[in-house]
């Protein structure tokens, strides 16, 4: 069974190797690399905006992740990255 890239979605792709009784396959369009029957999980926009809100509501890292079931590197990560993408940049004055 030969799946689309998991990135574009595009059916131009090859087999790679045999990883760990998985087969791989490569992108020709994107050259991403991807796992057949990938079943890692993956998290929505409102887990990710609740795990936000309990933060910034002065709720703790371990807290949340006993609340959500989310591991706590991966909301450390999340708030990093939220951080990062909402932070003010001073404007430049023009003399």
């Known amino acids: ?5 998991k990135r574009y979605g595009s059916k ?4 790679n190797v045999l990883a760990r009784d998985k087969q791989r396959y490569k992108c020709k369009v994107c050259k991403y ?4 029957g990938d079943a ?3 998290y929505s926009g409102s887990d990710r905006l609740k795990v936000i809100k309990l933060y910034l509501e002065n709720c703790g890292i371990r807290t949340i ?3 959500t079931g989310i591991h706590n590197i991966l909301i450390s990560i999340w708030i990093e990255k939220t951080s990062r993408a909402n932070q003010v940049r001073p404007r430049k004055s023009q003399k």
Do not use: A, L
């Open 12 to 15: 131009k792709s090859i087999k």
């Open 1 to 5: 069974m030969k799946e689309n890239c």
């Open 33 to 36: 690399y991807y796992i057949e």
């Open 40 to 42: 890692r999980t993956k």
């Open 65 to 67: 992740e006993r609340f």
